[in-house]
């Protein structure tokens, strides 16, 4: 790398206009409220959703076997390792927090001005999960965003770069809020055991209602955090 591309990485950029900041949340919202709409973009957080259990499987000291993404959005993680303690406990717990916490890292990151870095950190974990995905649809999915991301970096101006960051920011910060309650509901109607919540209980002897509590705190907290750092307030 280049000393100019260096500093374009880790230098700052302006910030953004509040309009525009507003602007892209709204449009982050609505990806999220409509189910039609939702049904497409929900796979953008299956992809965070499985790759926080990658990492945190990895970072723990577990074997990542594989990830698989499919087309109803639901996604699999397999690792290798003890099938108790800590490692296994993070690795289960990682999935529904990994979306609002990357969506809070990069409001952070955001706010501190560093929008390339954030474009350019995104590809590398999207180019890092891709090389564990194992099924043609998850690579379809990981191509086609961290296509969207790079092209972005390095086709297009500030403006339309801190657009496009501000709206995947936000979007992982209100995105992330929606599938514990999903789960909440798909518990209530039918639960067959097998939700990370209800696995979490089975490692902890916690009830997996506190997990589901968890998760809600998790993301309505880095919603609310996220939230307050991007519109400055």
């Known amino acids: 790398m280049s000393a100019l591309q260096d500093l374009q990485l880790f230098g700052t950029q302006s910030p953004p206009d509040r309009w525009l900041v507003v602007a892209t949340g709204l449009v982050a919202l609505a990806a999220v409220v409509p189910h039609s709409l939702w049904r497409l973009s929900r796979n953008a957080i299956t992809i965070a959703h499985e790759g926080g259990h990658g990492l945190v499987a990895l970072v723990s000291g577990r074997r990542l076997d594989g990830i698989r993404l499919h087309s109803d959005t639901s996604g699999l993680t397999v690792s290798r390792g003890k099938p108790y303690g800590l490692g296994m406990i993070l690795t289960a717990a990682a999935g529904y927090t990994a979306p609002p916490l990357l969506g809070l890292g990069g409001a952070w990151l955001l706010t501190a001005h560093h929008v390339t870095l954030f474009l350019w950190l995104a590809t590398a974990l999207l180019l890092a999960m891709l090389v564990m995905i194992r099924n043609a649809y998850g690579v379809l999915?990981?191509?086609?965003?961290?296509?969207?991301?790079?092209?972005?970096?390095?086709?297009?101006?500030?403006?339309?770069?801190?657009?496009?960051?501000?709206?995947?920011?936000?979007?992982?910060?209100?995105?992330?809020?929606?599938?514990?309650?999903?789960?909440?509901?798909?518990?209530?109607?039918?639960?067959?055991?097998?939700?990370?919540?209800?696995?979490?209980?089975?490692?902890?002897?916690?009830?997996?209602?506190?997990?589901?509590?968890?998760?809600?705190?998790?993301?309505?907290?880095s919603l609310i955090g996220g939230g307050r750092w991007l519109l400055g307030v």
């Open 141 to 221: 999915t990981a191509v086609i965003t961290g296509a969207a991301f790079l092209l972005i970096s390095w086709l297009t101006g500030p403006d339309v770069q801190s657009a496009f960051a501000y709206t995947a920011v936000w979007f992982l910060l209100l995105g992330g809020v929606r599938p514990a309650f999903e789960l909440q509901r798909k518990r209530r109607r039918h639960n067959d055991g097998d939700s990370d919540a209800d696995q979490l209980a089975r490692l902890t002897h916690v009830p997996p209602a506190l997990w589901l509590f968890l998760f809600h705190a998790v993301s309505v907290c």
